[in-house]
C-alpha cells in the first residue's frame, strides 16, 4: 500500500513537472510598447470607440489620419437598399451622430450650454486641469471631426455620404 502511495506522489509530482506554467521575461516588441506612455490623444480615440460602439444601435467606429488631421467617425450599412433609401438611411445616421454629439443636425452647430460636442470631450484629461493646453482646444478638436456613411446599393456600387460634425453641408458620392 505504502509503494503505491509513493508511486501515486511520484506520478503527481512528475506531472506538475511538466505542466508547470513557463516564466520569460517579456520580448522586445513588448518591452518596447510597455515602456511607451499612453498620451491624450490615445486614450481618447479609445474612449471614442468605445462609447460609439458600445451605443445602442452602435454608432459606428473611429478612424483617425494623421496626414489630413482629420478623424472620422464612420458607419458602413452592409445591407442593399435603393438609391434613396440609402441615402435616407444615411442621413437620419448623420443627424443622430450629431444630436448624440450635442450638435445641431440644421445649423451644425454644438448646441448650448455645451462648448463642445460629446466627441471632442473624450481628448482631455479626466480628473485634472492642464493649464498649457490651448485655449479652445476641444472647440477646435470639433473642426477635425468628419462623419462618413457607406451604404450597398441594389446596382453593386456603394453610397458614400461625409459632413463635418460641424457646420451643414454634406457630399454624397458613389463608389
Known amino acids: 500500500m505504502l509503494t ?8 503527481v509530482v512528475a506531472t506538475l513537472a511538466f505542466t508547470a506554467p513557463v516564466h520569460s521575461d517579456p520580448g522586445e516588441v513588448t518591452k518596447y510598447l510597455m515602456n511607451e506612455p499612453a498620451t491624450v490623444f490615445d486614450l481618447g480615440l479609445i474612449r471614442l470607440e ?5 451605443y445602442y444601435p452602435p454608432l459606428g467606429s473611429a478612424l483617425y489620419d494623421s496626414r489630413n488631421d482629420r478623424l472620422t467617425i464612420r ?3 452592409d445591407e442593399v437598399s435603393s438609391s434613396d433609401i ?4 444615411c442621413k437620419d445616421w448623420l443627424e443622430r451622430v450629431r444630436k448624440i454629439g450635442a450638435v445641431d443636425p440644421l445649423s451644425g452647430m454644438v448646441e448650448p450650454p455645451f462648448e463642445n460636442s460629446v466627441y471632442s470631450n473624450f481628448f482631455k484629461h479626466i480628473s485634472q486641469r492642464n493649464d498649457d493646453a490651448p485655449e479652445d482646444y476641444l472647440k477646435k478638436f470639433d473642426e477635425i471631426i468628419h462623419l462618413k456613411c457607406n451604404h450597398l446599393l441594389d446596382d453593386g456600387t456603394i453610397l458614400s455620404i461625409g459632413a463635418p460634425l460641424l457646420g451643414g453641408t454634406f457630399v454624397v458620392s458613389r463608389l
Open 86 to 89: 440609402a441615402e435616407q438611411t
Open 75 to 77: 458607419k458602413a450599412f
Open 4 to 11: 503505491k502511495f509513493k508511486a501515486t506522489c511520484a506520478a
Open 50 to 54: 468605445y462609447f460609439l460602439t458600445s
